[in-house]
């Protein structure tokens, strides 16, 4: 079955500076990558995702980059706030696979002021 | 619309017990899938169910089980409860078609001692 790998497991900055994260996925079949904002206690919430026909997408400060021949995608934020400060979560779903989705295993961003 | 809702929001449960929490859907939702979170394995998928059959399922053992009804709201059930089930359940919500993006609930924060 499908697995995804998700690094760095932290990462701190500095506000201002950009934040990138990376996952990997090991099912060639998985045709949309989903990335989740997690707060804390919070429900997790889209942020952003992609399809497999699209290499790059952008939405304001985040963007997310997908690499189909490598099998990884990457999450980018740019211009850090301290309300960026959160888990995040990678996701993949197999194409005719329903919604299920299989998760990294987060990363924590801190951004300081 | 109703954003996701689940009850209940916590329970504390004692070794062989039984548990069931409830998950409501965004209203015209048919899709509703289930996660388990912990704080060393990140979002692990449960199952899936659509339109009153389950669809996926992920790796746990049969002492997890599901249902979901004509109105689409699903339960799902953890028997013989173990300590390592503690942690946070969470449902998903989809409309298929429309959208890709998986609505979350609040979560169901289980303790068992």
């Known amino acids: 079955g499908e697995n995804v790998e998700q690094h760095p497991s932290t990462l701190s900055v500095q506000e201002g500076d950009s934040a990138v994260i990376k996952c990997t996925y090991s099912d060639s079949a998985s045709n949309y990558f989903p990335w989740y904002k997690q707060e804390l206690g919070k429900r997790p919430q889209l942020i952003i995702d992609?399809?497999?026909?699209?290499g790059e997408k952008k939405d304001q400060r985040i963007a997310v980059t997908l690499n189909k021949t490598a099998k990884h995608f990457s999450l980018h934020i740019t211009e850090t706030q301290p309300e960026d400060s959160a888990v995040y979560f990678c996701?993949?779903?197999?194409?005719?696979?329903?919604?299920?989705?299989?998760f990294g295993k987060g990363t924590t961003l801190s951004v300081s002021s | 619309k109703a954003g996701v809702t689940q009850t209940p929001r916590y329970l504390i449960k004692t070794r062989g017990q039984q548990v069931t929490l409830s998950c409501s859907p965004i209203s015209g939702h048919r899709s509703v899938s289930w996660y388990q979170q912990t704080p060393g394995q990140g979002l692990q998928f449960l199952f899936e169910y659509f339109s009153e059959t389950q669809r996926n399922k992920g790796n746990f053992p049969g002492r997890f089980s599901g249902r979901q009804f004509s109105n689409s709201r699903s339960e799902m059930n953890v028997s013989t409860l173990e300590l390592g089930d503690s942690a946070l359940y969470l449902c998903?919500?989809?409309?298929?078609?429309?959208?890709?993006?998986?609505?979350f609930g609040p979560g169901t924060r289980l303790t068992v001692l």
């Open positions: 998903a919500s989809s409309s298929l078609g429309s959208s890709d993006e998986q609505f």
């Open positions: 996701a993949a779903r197999r194409g005719g696979a329903g919604t299920a989705l299989i």
């Open positions: 992609i399809r497999s026909n699209v």
